[in-house]
């Protein structure tokens, strides 16, 4: 039985920490996912179980590429900002893509 923690390589903000709590709430669940202070899944900063391979599997077949119809498949716990409120979210998922990104990043 494995389990995956995915990670986008664009969250500079990303905390060990957080990942390791993600993993621990996604117990009885196929997958974890933070939600942002906007509302939105960020299903690359997120815990997978198992039970994520098969539907996984197909979509890719299929060449259904998007994070987002791999949730709709799965049995999913949201996480947001109030039941983490030791770690600023916002911060966290904070996505740098171009170098202005970076210079806001580092001025911050």
């Not at 966290?92 to 893509?97: D, E, F, R, S």
């Amino acid at each position: 039985c494995w389990e995956v923690f995915l990670m986008a390589a664009d969250l500079p903000m990303a905390s060990p920490a957080l990942a390791l709590r993600i993993c621990e709430l996604g117990e009885g669940y196929d997958a974890c996912v933070l939600v942002s202070e906007s509302g939105s899944p960020e299903p690359l900063f997120a815990w997978y179980s198992h039970e994520a391979l098969h539907p996984a599997e197909e979509l890719l077949s299929s060449g259904e590429y998007k994070m987002m119809k791999l949730l709709e498949r799965l049995n999913v716990r949201y996480v947001n900002q109030f039941e983490l409120p030791e770690y600023k979210l916002s911060s966290v998922l904070t996505n740098i893509n171009t170098p202005e990104d970076y210079r806001n990043l580092i001025v911050e």
